[in-house]
Nanobody, 124 residues
Framework: QVQLVESGGGLVQAGGSLRLSCAAS????????MGWFRQAPGKEREFVAT????????DYADSVKGRFTISRDNAKNTVYLQMNSLKPEDTAIYYC?????????????????WGQGTQVTVSS
């Protein structure tokens, strides 16, 4: 069982930055591919970024490439999402998710555990 708790969301002006964190419980964090997803009001959940359980590979949605960076610290059981040059269309609830030895790229269905989400609001 893995529990995920996101933090770091908030209100920011367009062009600003935020850093999301996702703290995971359990002793096997390093065996999980971690992903960030988001869901805006009235829209379906969409993939944002993922990092392999080995930590060497990452993948991003086209809409965030060059602006967002995913990273992980296995010693702290934490995955991060650094978000720069934020746009109003980035406004959403951001969720982290864990997939045991998940593939990159891989379907959202491979993620076994999900956090409760953290709200990110970007004002214009």
């Amino acid at each position: 069982q893995v529990q995920l708790v996101e933090s770091g969301g908030g209100l920011v002006q367009a062009g600003g930055s935020l850093r999301l964190s996702c703290a995971a419980s359990g002793r096997t964090f390093s065996s999980y591919t971690m992903g960030w997803f988001r869901q805006a009001p009235g829209k379906e959940r969409e993939f944002v970024a993922t990092i392999s359980w080995r930590g060497g590979n990452t993948d991003y949605a086209d809409s965030v490439k060059g602006r967002f960076t995913i990273s992980r610290d296995n010693a702290k059981n934490t995955v991060y999402l650094q978000m720069n040059s934020l746009k109003p269309e980035d406004t959403a609830i951001y969720y982290c998710a864990a997939a045991f030895r998940g593939r990159l790229p891989g379907p959202s269905s491979q993620y076994d555990y999900w956090g409760q989400g953290t709200q990110v609001t970007v004002s214009s």
